[in-house]
């Protein structure tokens, strides 16, 4: 009987137990009898993977679209935030001369008369842009305080009101689309049965 090891054949196909991947990801071509199909299942592989990254690529390329969309209307609905806080002490002011005008038309001077007709337009055509971009006035007198719109600036002793109803109006406040620019200042009652809560109002303006 001969010891001799058995060398393997040169000329013989390579068996199933040849089956292996690659370090770099490739089939090992052991697994197949015909070069072709080791190429033909390589291929393949390849186009998965690919597949796979291009998927990967349009999702993110999706949410930045989606992002810089969302990123351009809130500078189309906020953009006039800061220019309208710096009106806002032009309509108070506006609305101060009124308040101060005298209240008798007829001992009135015709050309005072004319001063606050030309006041009440300036108002009104300020506050026509207001409400045409968005900006609407907080006039909350009798209404229940709300934190997220109103800054309390006093406490009112009144019995015939619920707690927390707004019961003097000092300054008007404003909102941008469902943004506060400036809380109502306002006076609340004390007494009665308290109000309940309110939404909360975006304040990052």
Do not use: W
């Not at 393949?44 to 990967?56: F, K, N």
């Not at 806002?88 to 009124?98: G, H, I, Q, S, T």
């Amino acid at each position: 009987m001969s010891n001799e090891t058995s060398k393997p054949d040169p000329n013989e196909e390579p068996s199933a137990f040849d089956v292996g991947i690659d370090d770099d990801g490739t089939i090992d071509t052991g697994e197949f009898e015909d070069p072709r199909d080791a190429r033909i299942a390589e291929l393949e592989a390849q186009s998965a993977q690919y597949r796979d990254q291009a998927l990967r690529a349009l999702a993110e390329s999706e949410n930045v679209r989606r992002r810089t969309e969302r990123d351009k209307e809130q500078t189309r609905l906020y953009a006039a935030a800061g220019f309208a806080k710096d009106l806002l002490n032009a309509v108070d002011n506006l609305r101060r001369a009124l308040d101060a005008a005298p209240k008798d038309q007829e001992a009135t001077d015709e050309a005072v008369k004319n001063l606050i007709v030309g006041v009440e337009l300036t108002e009104r055509e300020l506050l026509n842009a207001f409400e045409k971009n968005g900006i609407k006035r907080i006039e909350p007198l009798g209404e229940r305080f709300d934190p997220n719109l109103h800054q309390a600036m006093f406490e009112v002793e009144n019995s015939g009101k619920p707690a927390g109803t707004v019961v003097q109006l000092l300054a008007p406040g404003y909102v941008l689309h469902d943004r506060l620019l400036r809380a109502a200042m306002v006076g609340v009652a004390k007494g009665g049965a308290a109000p309940g809560d309110r939404p909360r109002v975006d304040t990052t303006a």
